[in-house]
Nanobody
Framework: QAQLVESGGGLVQAGGSLNLSCAASIRPFYLYGMGWFRQAPGKEPTFVAT????????RYADSVNGRFTIARDNTKNILYLQMNNLKPEDTALYFC?????????????????RGQGTQVTVSS
């Protein structure tokens, strides 16, 4: 049973930065693609970013491309999301998820485990 625990969320002003972490109790972590999703109140989760098992390839939602960076440390079993130039529309609950295979995936249905999430609130 995989367990994913996010941290690093908080309240930040527009233009600010946050670095989210996802500690994964997945063995072996390096075999699986990982992703970040976000969910605003009353809305469905949306894709933010994904990374392949080895970390060699990434993809981003258009809305965050150029501002967010996904990364992973396979020696520590940690997934990261560096978020810069935050905007009020980035406000949401952010959660990480483990893909079923090694590829980075765009759809939540292609993930089999997810964390509880960490809240990010961006004030204008």
């Amino acid at each position: 049973q995989a367990q994913l625990v996010e941290s690093g969320g908080g309240l930040v002003q527009a233009g600010g930065s946050l670095n989210l972490s996802c500690a994964a109790s997945i063995r072996p972590f390096y075999l699986y693609g990982m992703g970040w999703f976000r969910q605003a109140p009353g809305k469905e989760p949306t894709f933010v970013a994904t990374i392949t098992a080895g970390g060699g390839a990434t993809r981003y939602a258009d809305s965050v491309n150029g501002r967010f960076t996904i990364a992973r440390d396979n020696t520590k079993n940690i997934l990261y999301l560096q978020m810069n130039n935050l905007k009020p529309e980035d406000t949401a609950l952010y959660f990480c998820a483990k893909a079923r295979g090694s590829a980075g995936m765009l759809h939540l249905a292609d993930y089999d485990y997810r964390g509880q999430g960490t809240q990010v609130t961006v004030s204008s």
